[in-house]
Nanobody, 111 residues
Framework: QVQLAESGGGLVQPGGSLRLSCAASGSFFSVFTMGWYRQAPGQQREFVAEISSAGITNYADSVKGRFTISRDNAKKTVYLQMSSLKSEDTAVYYC?????WGQGTQVTVSS
């Protein structure tokens, strides 16, 4: 079974940058589409970005031009580079593939 573990969250000022990582265990990582979702307090979990096995990416409109998703199949890791962060980006960020979710990592954007 695939297990996912996020890291890299933290407190950052508006306009700052942060890179999240999601390390996967198990086989066949390279064939999976990997995604990032987020959930702010009192809100539903929402899609942020995804990357296919072929490296095709897709982003939510709210993060286009600011966030970049990438993957390193040799390391079984997917990344989310976040730039120009806004207070509304504050949320718990989750890594996702198939039916599997990571435990989440908190991102707080505040001055």
């Amino acid at each position: 079974q695939v297990q996912l573990a996020e890291s890299g969250g933290g407190l950052v000022q508006p306009g700052g940058s942060l890179r999240l990582s999601c390390a996967a265990s198990g086989s066949f990582f390279s064939v999976f589409t990997m995604g990032w979702y987020r959930q702010a307090p009192g809100q539903q979990r929402e899609f942020v970005a995804e990357i296919s096995s072929a490296g095709i990416t897709n982003y939510a409109d709210s993060v286009k031009g600011r966030f970049t998703i990438s993957r390193d199949n040799a390391k079984k890791t997917v990344y989310l580079q976040m730039s120009s962060l806004k207070s509304e980006d504050t949320a718990v960020y989750y890594c996702h593939t198939g039916t599997r979710w990571g435990q989440g990592t908190q991102v707080t954007v505040s001055s």
